[in-house]
């Protein structure tokens, strides 16, 4: 039997993007980058889906050399790290948008309201616009030098 390698899949867009978000740490990671302003490794722990330090890092490291995310020395401290995303992950928010959209609409518990969806609808453009400014913000904290 021949074993298959990712080159005999070269095209496929959906195995392209699995293989870079396709886990669900990943996913969680550019979520909480996107809409709640974590930047550090610390804060990626601090979230309720107890992530594992070792899969934080490896995930972490995946998503920088993929060029979804940026990680840089924390001017602040030199021994922590600054992780955002970059043009590439940010280029992910219509798929992020999407999944909560389908989340809504099929599942029970999740935490999506109808106004956000009804809103979201309305305005894309514009809730796209906020949600970019709220990066920028956000990654401008991070990397503010203390006085």
């Not at 970059?86 to 948008?97: A, E, F, S, W």
């Not at 894309?124 to 709220?134: A, H, I, M």
Request: charged share 35%; hydrophobic share 35%; aromatic share 10%.
């Amino acid at each position: 039997m021949k074993k298959s390698n990712s080159l005999d899949w070269q095209g496929c867009p959906v195995r392209y993007s699995a293989g870079l978000i396709g886990d669900k740490w990943s996913l969680l990671l550019i979520r909480d980058l996107m809409f709640k302003d974590r930047r550090h490794f610390g804060d990626f722990l601090d979230d309720d889906e107890t992530i594992a330090t070792n899969i934080l890092t490896d995930r972490l490291n995946r998503l920088v050399s993929s060029g979804i995310v940026d990680k840089s020395r924390d001017v602040n401290d030199g021994k922590r790290f600054v992780y955002k995303l970059t043009h590439k992950g940010r280029d992910l928010l219509p798929v992020m948008v999407e999944m909560f959209k389908w989340a809504q609409k099929y599942d029970e518990h999740t935490f999506v309201s109808q106004e956000f969806i009804d809103e979201l609808s309305r305005a894309p453009k514009r809730y796209k616009n906020k949600v970019l400014k709220g990066i920028e913000e956000a990654d401008e904290k991070a990397l503010r030098i203390k006085a």
